[in-house]
């Protein structure tokens, strides 16, 4: 016996279509929704729905397993069936995480999580603690980002199906790996999104920038909440993931008392208590509001952490002289002290790119409530070539980032091949229908062309070159710069997993000390010290003898006579001994 | 002297016209100002601006006199001039205000501010402390509610003009009556607006029911937010108002982590304190979010009080039985109970209106932050014939809607003629040229044929006659049952003033006792007891003997064997003596 259930206030009939039999179904209940217990019906039976007169059925908006696409029927999936084997697993704290961002797609050759599967061993090597997919969710054609899922409970065929995401959990969780899942409830992709036939889960009234906004605060809305957090809860608790990372909150229009990401809060929190193991939800913002991740009996929103753009753009602007698009906001080494001192650098302040003032202060938070990079698949993949750090500033500034990022007061968060310097790009791709790909590949070209790229330039993203240069080469890692640089993110990792002082996030624990002129910076936090030169002249720091250099990013680097000396794009980290 | 300044970040030239002569002016700065100082000008001038190869001049956005109505040229206005003698003048706090809402074009046959000005002492012997002025700023036509106004710093034409607001507040102040204004920021009216010509007020990816979405978190909102501000700011200095009333806050889109609401009480405060006169912010809401009201330094967006629309239906859904439109979620008196002792009824739960979940509990805040009423010029003018409750209800009714209205424990307010049972109406009434007239005429129509009205039953909009006949006729306020109404609202109004526990507003103050079956409603009130038979058979009520009848509805109420017997449709008001 399976029971079919589907949300469709606007409905006059419902039907569903079951192993082929068409079924009407009865309702509208109150609230609009039609249900039918179907005797023959369960795991592995395909389904559609019929609306009104309908002949075409429609894939349900909840269905957990589309084995055929996001355009093919539903398939009933069953949810205990898997034998998890990681119940003893318990993830750390976000404040003592180190986060490593991956696209499914991109990461192996095969692009599935069970070839997913095969490199758990090295993250877990290498000293990550969270692994973080990029989203799951099916999408229309067989590769792209992600971000334009359109079955968000389904998991996406060519990675796997819902099974696979199960086998990678728990491997992951065998490995002592949390996995955070990245989930986008601010639109639904432009193909292959059915939820409009169903009922109000958008409104014509706001748009983003991807579509009509999800309908948070219009009438339907309290099924249209229901349905993202179930979504959130389900894979929290059938998949065994251990937090979200919620896309872009900005594209949210929700002016409800109770805002969509606290309700959230509210059930994960719930949740949590109901499992007893720590789930953490992590928002994508760039609006600079230090609300978000405020706690909730603080009136706050309550997640738990949020991306923090403004560090990396310091950051990035320093190390690779950007000052196109949004960098133009950035530039100064004040900046980047500012971000690691206090979290936000535009606090109130006016943006000239965004020609408004922008954000808030956070300086009273922890900043473990924030996390540092400086590579994410947007920061990456967003720029025209898709480009890495390394290939654009130089290994050795590369190297720099590095240390700021993972010695700094955020969590830290690596991009998939970082840590190696891969020589692959991130680059957007995407696999629509003809006429989509027509617009999508149009549309980057066009957007590039405003910071004068030709469009013969830009990767087209609707090639599927474009998806396979952006996969990992493995064997690189191994050759002698790249194993450098490996190198230098393990010792990195290591150090800051064994330094308390490193692990404190608490606000005032770090302190910065700067010259605009002189290019250089020194990062204080408790007893860690982390002196670095940008000039292009050998520069000297005052550093008492009983300090011990404990990693450099050069040979030879060494304290004499209480001097600190550093060639240009050099950084060390140093301690005072505890004698 | 005259210093011309325009905002229009995107236009390639601009000129001012100024008594004839076309002048270029120099700009943009950064911020995307120009400015040009003209020796020949000053007080009286017209001018507008010629915008990039523009033949014709436009209005200036913040002219401040628009004498031939707002597509005309705007006129330099002497903002010093006028001879002030209202200097001793403070406004009471509002916790203990009389709110009275008047129209200027209705208020009066003439329709203008002076005319009003005759009619203070009326107001002022009625108990009134504060004027509430519907919107003035200069909208397109001769006649209006004023909530499409276009010249938000313009005082309409038709009502005298800015040297006749002053006038008028000069005048209520030496009458001892505060002043406060209501004010329309979340858009500009459909005809007349020429603000798109100068810059981005308004974004295209959100509308609100009224048009476009004025701009306060996208590129340019610094202006738009100074643009608003601005004009609140001048409302309070220049012209001595009191307070605003600020329109549809529900309509604002602003994801800035500093509200444009907290924006503007952030500069409201700073005003207060350099002018040493209290003001007060009051919101429109309709999101039952205390989030509004809650102070600044508590995490709210610092508004004084908000208007109170669940107080209002759950209070007319008892008295008419009206169950249409968003009526449908009121009519038990247990929610009539619940807005009287914890302000919001929905504060989180469903609502079938809205066909979502509605508000947040506000139970926490001082009563005072909400304005209550049974009449306002929304609540009437929009049902389809603007009748008001005694005609709907009966005068008894209408009686016992004033006393639980003034003796409740929200800050009280009244709709013009509300207080002498006027026979007028309050209709929706405009003046659009014939085009956009048509538009409204039929909207208007056919918003109401889901009702079930017919076409020709809806007084149109656009007919002259709507609008006279929404006059008070003030000859009727002597006539017997109108005269004995006022009488009832002057009794109710000097209770109020004289009894201490009527002014707490104190979360927990107010306890109602009510039986839905049964048809009775006591409210508690420190010792003040308000006992309402709402049944079909006299109901009587154990009251000690020592109590006293202070009030009531009907003569010959009185307290017999401990009993408070009231007939059907009876309110009384009673006291324990303090012997």
């Not at 019929?50 to 909840?62: A, E, G, N, Q």
């Not at 606290?262 to 720590?278: G, N, S, T, Y």
């Not at 990456?380 to 700021?404: C, H, S, Y």
């Not at 860690?528 to 003898?545: A, D, Q, R, Y």
Request: charged letters at 20%; a negative charge; one cysteine or more.
């Amino acid at each position: 016996m399976h029971r079919f259930e589907i949300w469709a206030p606007n409905a006059r009939a419902m039907a569903v279509m079951a192993d082929g039999a068409t079924l009407p179904m009865p309702g509208p209940d109150e609230r609009g929704w039609w249900r039918l217990d179907v005797q023959n019906a369960g795991p592995g039976t395909d389904y559609g729905f019929l609306i009104d007169d309908d002949k075409h059925p429609y894939p349900d908006p909840r269905s957990e397993w589309q084995p055929n696409g996001v355009h093919g029927l539903s398939r009933v999936y069953d949810r205990d069936a898997f034998c998890w084997t990681d119940e003893s697993i318990q993830a750390r704290p976000l404040g003592s995480a180190i986060v490593y961002e991956l696209h499914v797609g991109t990461f192996t050759p095969q692009g599935t999580l069970d070839a997913a599967v095969e490199r758990l061993d090295y993250l877990a090597g290498l000293g990550i603690t969270h692994v973080e997919l990029m989203p799951v969710a099916a999408f229309a054609g067989n590769h792209g980002w992600g971000y334009d899922g359109v079955a968000l409970y389904a998991v996406h065929k060519p990675y796997g199906g819902p099974d696979a995401l199960k086998r990678f959990v728990n491997a992951a969780h065998r490995h002592g790996l949390a996995v955070l899942l990245d989930v986008v409830y601010n639109h639904f992709g432009p193909v292959g999104n059915y939820t409009g036939k169903f009922g109000p889960y958008t409104v014509d009234a706001h748009h983003t920038p991807w579509g009509g906004a999800v309908n948070l605060e219009s009438a339907g809305a309290f099924e249209v909440r229901r349905f993202f957090c179930d979504n959130a809860l389900m894979w929290l608790r059938d998949f065994h993931l251990d937090g979200l990372r919620i896309d872009a909150v900005h594209a949210f229009v929700d002016r409800s008392p109770i805002h969509f990401l606290e309700q959230l809060a509210i059930e994960v929190d719930m949740l949590e208590a109901a499992l007893a193991r720590p789930l953490v939800l992590i928002a994508e913002s760039n609006l600079n509001d230090p609300h978000y991740v405020t706690p909730r009996e603080a009136g706050g929103l309550g997640m738990g952490a949020q991306w923090s753009d403004d560090f990396h753009h310091a950051l990035f602007a320093v190390l690779t002289g950007a000052r196109e698009g949004y960098y133009q906001d950035f530039g100064a080494l004040g900046q980047l002290a500012k971000a690691l001192e206090q979290t936000f650098v535009y606090d109130g302040m006016y943006s000239r790119y965004r020609q408004r003032v922008h954000g808030r202060p956070a300086r009273h938070l922890s900043q473990h409530r924030f996390l540092g990079y400086i590579q994410d698949h947007d920061q990456v993949g967003n720029r025209a070539m898709g480009d890495r750090v390394g290939q654009i500033a130089g290994l050795e500034r590369a190297k720099i980032a590095a240390a700021i990022v993972l010695l700094g007061p955020f969590v830290p968060m690596i991009f998939q091949g970082e840590e190696w310097a891969c020589s692959s790009p991130f680059q957007y791709f995407a696999d629509h229908e003809p006429e989509m790909a027509k617009l999508v590949s149009e549309g980057r070209r066009t957007e590039f062309a405003a910071f004068g790229w030709k469009p013969e330039e830009i990767p087209d993203p609707e090639d599927r070159e474009t998806f396979l240069r952006s996969k990992l080469n493995w064997d690189e890692a191994a050759q002698p710069r790249h194993a450098e640089m490996l190198e230098w993110y393990r010792n990195l990792i290591r150090l800051r997993k064994t330094t308390p002082a490193l692990n404190n996030g608490d606000p005032g624990n770090t302190r910065v000390d700067f010259d605009e002129d002189g290019k250089w910076l020194c990062i204080e936090r408790g007893p860690v010290m982390t002196c670095c030169n940008l000039g292009s002249k050998t520069c000297s720091f005052p550093v008492p003898n009983e300090f011990r250099v404990l990693l450099a990013s050069r040979d030879g680097v060494r304290i004499e006579s209480e001097m600190l000396t550093l060639q240009p794009d050099t950084i060390a980290v140093v301690e005072a001994s505890l004698l």
